[in-house]
C-alpha cells in the first residue's frame, strides 16, 4: 500500500509546483508500476518560484536571459517571465545535487546514498541565502532529506 503524508500550508496548495516528491524502496519497481508497502507520497512541493530564486539568488546562477525576459515584458502568447523559463543547463559549481533539479517536467532520483549529500548541499547553499523563498524552498528540500534518510528511501522527484 502506497502511503501519502500531507504537510503543506495554504500557500502551497495555490502556487505553481514543481514535481511530485515520494520516497521509494526499489526505483525500478516503482517505476515498473510494482510499489513496495514502504513506497509514499509526500506532499511537501517547491513552489515554482522557489525553485527559480533558489537558482538565480541562493546558486548565483547568471540571470542574464531572465532578466533580458523581465525588461521585454510578456512574450507574444502572453506568458510573464517566470512561466518561460523551464531549465538550466549548467551543473552550478560546488552543488551538484540540488544542480539535478533543473527543471520541472523531468524526473529526478537520488538514492539512498546521496541523500545525505544533498541535504549538506541544501544547509550551504541555505546559509550563505538571503532571499526567502529560496530559504522556504530549500527547507522543504531538507524536510525530505530528512524523512527519506530516517526511512533510508530513494527520494523520487516525479514529473507530471
Known amino acids: 500500500m502506497v502511503q501519502d503524508t500531507s504537510t503543506t500550508g495554504a ?3 495555490v502556487a505553481p509546483t514543481m514535481q511530485s516528491v515520494w520516497l521509494v524502496h526499489d526505483i525500478d519497481a516503482f517505476a515498473d508500476g510494482q510499489p513496495s508497502k514502504q513506497d509514499r507520497r509526500l506532499d511537501i512541493r517547491m513552489t515554482y518560484t522557489e525553485w527559480l530564486a533558489i537558482y538565480f539568488d541562493a ?3 547568471d540571470k542574464t536571459i531572465y532578466d533580458r525576459w523581465i525588461q521585454n515584458g510578456r512574450d507574444s502568447a502572453g506568458e510573464s517571465p517566470t512561466e518561460i523559463v523551464t531549465e538550466f543547463d549548467e551543473v552550478i559549481q560546488g552543488f551538484p545535487m540540488p544542480s539535478r533539479i533543473n527543471e520541472p517536467y523531468r524526473d529526478v532520483v537520488f538514492k539512498v546514498h546521496e541523500i545525505e549529500d544533498l541535504r549538506q548541499e541544501c544547509l550551504r547553499v541555505k546559509a550563505s541565502s538571503s532571499n526567502e523563498l529560496a530559504s522556504l524552498g530549500l527547507e522543504k528540500l ?11 528511501l530513494t527520494i523520487y522527484f516525479m514529473s507530471q
Open 11 to 13: 500557500h502551497d496548495s
Open 59 to 61: 546558486l548565483s546562477l
Open 142 to 152: 531538507l524536510m525530505i532529506c530528512k524523512q527519506a534518510g530516517d526511512l533510508r
